[in-house]
């Protein structure tokens, strides 16, 4: 018996050797994420992420305190059965760090247990550790004060908490990266927290380096809330970011208010800001965005998560991340702080807060969800190695500016460009005009005289340039901005020269409250359109007042129009139909071999080694006759049912409401 029970020993003992072997390969093998051009790289490859924010389908984000394995667990299985690759998780931050100098360490550790188990469901986890702010309630613990940003003693805490939970998590191969926190810029305004911009700045750094001292092989990124305000600028954020991470809601940043839910400024929101965050030269990704059932349909839920996640996909983002996995249970009550300190009033959240999951509270699955795994497995066979073909256009921004305020005006110039089917980027004023540009937009700003110079050196080496309602640059014209007439709604204008979309004597349509500025000429210029005093006459007369106009400047040509085009558009509740502003900016953009007529469609045109396609997205909830041109003969085919359009120069292609289409060009 002796003898048996050694040789019981031994194997016991081979059995423990290998464990301690696997679990220590399992470690070292983990998955290694780092940045790319574009994309985040998996072990060397780019990977597109197809996400959601974790909101666990029992006891909330407050499961950390109400524990429950078995349901996250279950939440798992089902994000798994739908294509979630990762998941994005908040840990409240007064259950880790409920005093000063004191760590809740069964918090701690049932966070890593999370962890783990999305991890051996092959789902990524992105920890959101400085979360004090979720849902519409402020989580911080009792012992942070208002001077969160600027009192030393609160800082040294806080990166305290991150070094010391980072490092607990670093030996987990699940973790993906890590977030600063759930929307830290909401804690400054919702919460209070004051702090100047360069306070901030040095807390992010101070965070950034807190991250890295707990755990120095995981990137760390900073989402922020629906928009990049002055104490959050993305070259900020940038500075304390492996990466950047964009928030976009049309409901918050007031979209809605202008457009329908699927209307251009509502569904163009999200890729708009990726765009922007793209000004920092980092990957991007969409890590919020979604829609309420208490807003609208399930099935019109679908139709915007397909719309959403293949706009993003198509722009260029690092990945998708929907809000949020599962609804919550409208019979689940926040519980109070321990000194009695009530979150949320009465335990219970806005409306829309409970229906904005993939899943329900009983894992049950949304069209959304059927909508999401169609995207996952369609985006996987596209795969990322495309090359866009469209002309670029660089929108021009202020130097210093705060996103937020500045929203409505540059989404408007981000539309009417996206309606002349080019390729869409941002470029701060303070920058060089890059090789690439086709054109360039200033959007109804006056550009600092000391930046003048970049746009300059663009025009006079023949390149295209837009302003609306200031001029900058052509020395020749003279604009006085002391004086602004206001037009009347609607203003009549009349085309006096074909150029781009414009045809000769046509009425230009022009929608809200336009104001035009002072006129003092003092040199040659051609005259594109006039206002129409006496429209039976024309206005080919000495009344009509130029408005829109063409001037050489160097080898380039500097369009400049006295009306505040961009700010107009923000008077006026979907305009889309009726106005022609767009057309404005089609005088613009250089000829394309393959263009499409809809102004309602986002248009791409994508190249790799072995294929190229067409993607097209109707950003409205009506059907759209699209016409596809192309220079030369091209068959087209649906890359996801095989119809066979056959070949031609032109086709009449008719998309439904908010369909994507991908056509491959044989």
């Known amino acids: 018996m002796k003898h048996l029970k050694s040789k019981s020993e031994s194997f016991s003992f081979i059995l423990t050797l290998l464990f301690v072997a696997l679990s220590i390969h399992l470690v070292s093998a983990q998955n290694k994420v780092t940045t790319g051009e574009k994309y985040l790289l998996v072990n060397g490859k780019p990977t597109f992420i197809s996400g959601a924010n974790y909101s666990p389908s029992t006891g909330w984000f407050q499961i950390l305190d109400n524990w429950n394995p078995k349901a996250i667990e279950k939440d798992m299985d089902s994000l798994q059965s739908i294509g979630v690759n990762f998941i994005r998780f908040m840990p409240l931050w007064y259950l880790t760090q409920p005093e000063k100098d004191k760590f809740d360490q069964q918090k701690i550790d049932r966070l890593n247990e999370l962890i783990s188990i999305a991890g051996k469901r092959n789902i990524a986890v992105q920890p959101a550790l400085i979360t004090g702010w979720l849902d519409g309630g402020i989580f911080t613990p009792s012992w942070v004060k208002k001077d969160l940003f600027t009192n030393p003693d609160q800082i040294k805490a806080t990166a305290k908490m991150v070094t010391t939970i980072s490092k607990a ?9 890590y977030d600063f926190g759930n929307e830290i810029n909401a804690m400054k305004g919702a919460g209070g927290f004051p702090g100047n911009p360069e306070e901030i700045k040095n807390w992010m750094a101070t965070m950034y380096k807190a991250f890295k001292a707990g755990d120095p092989n995981r990137m760390v990124t900073n989402g922020i809330g629906t928009g990049y305000d002055d104490r959050f600028p993305i070259e900020n954020i940038s500075e304390a970011s492996d990466y950047m991470s964009a928030h976009s809601y049309a409901y918050f940043h007031g979209t809605i208010t202008d457009d329908p839910w699927f209307g251009l400024r509502s569904t163009y929101s999200p890729s708009m800001i990726v765009n922007w965050a793209k000004m920092a030269g980092k990957p991007v990704l969409m890590q919020e965005t979604g829609i309420s059932g208490d807003w609208v349909s399930q099935e019109q839920r679908a139709k915007f998560l397909e719309l959403e996640y293949f706009s993003c996909w198509a722009n260029g983002a690092a990945g998708f991340v929907w809000w949020c996995s599962h609804n919550i249970d409208t019979a689940f009550r926040v519980k109070p702080h321990t000194d009695g300190r009530a979150f949320v009033k009465e335990g219970k959240f806005d409306a829309l807060e409970y229906q904005m999951g993939l899943l329900d509270a009983n894992n ?43 929203f409505r005006k540059i989404i408007n110039a981000y539309v009417l460009a996206k309606q002349n089917h080019v390729e869409v980027r941002f470029i701060n004023e303070n920058k060089a005009i890059p090789t690439d540009a086709a054109f360039v937009v200033v959007p109804g700003f006056a550009v600092k005289s000391e930046n003048r110079k970049h746009i300059n050196n663009y025009l006079t080496a023949g390149g295209t340039v837009y302003q609306s309602f200031f001029n900058n640059f052509a020395p020749s014209i003279f604009l006085n901005q002391e004086v602004v007439y206001n037009l009347e709604s609607p203003a009549e204008i009349l085309v006096t020269k074909h150029v781009g979309e414009l045809n000769l004597l046509e009425k230009f349509n022009m929608t809200g409250h336009l104001k035009m500025s002072d006129e003092n000429w003092s040199g040659n210029f051609e005259t594109i359109m006039k206002t129409c005093p006496d429209c039976k006459n024309h206005s080919l007369n000495e009344k009509g007042k130029e408005v829109f106009y063409r001037v050489k400047v160097g080898k380039g040509t500097f369009y400049c129009t006295r009306l505040n085009v961009e700010e107009a ?35 791409f045109h994508k190249k790799n080694e072995t294929q190229e396609m067409i993607v097209l997205i109707n950003h409205s909830n009506t059907y759209q006759e699209t016409v596809i041109k192309s220079k030369w003969p091209i068959q087209l085919k649906n890359k996801r049912t095989n119809e066979d359009f056959g070949q031609s120069k032109e086709f009449n292609i008719r998309l439904k409401p908010a369909e994507v289409l991908f056509l491959n060009i044989l």
């Open 169 to 177: 998590l670093s030996s987990n191969p699940n973790v993906h990266s």
């Open 364 to 406: 049950n699955k949304f069209p959304a969800a059927n909508k999401f795994r169609e995207c996952v497995d369609f985006s996987a066979q596209l795969g990322l190695d495309w090359t866009d073909q469209l002309p670029v256009c660089y929108i021009v921004t202020p130097e210093t500016i705060s996103l937020n305020d500045y």
């Open 569 to 603: 558009l923000c008077d006026t509740y979907n305009p889309w139909a009726t106005d022609e502003s767009w057309k404005m900016y089609s005088v613009l953009k250089p000829e394309q071999d393959i263009d499409i007529d809809s102004k309602f469609v986002e248009f």
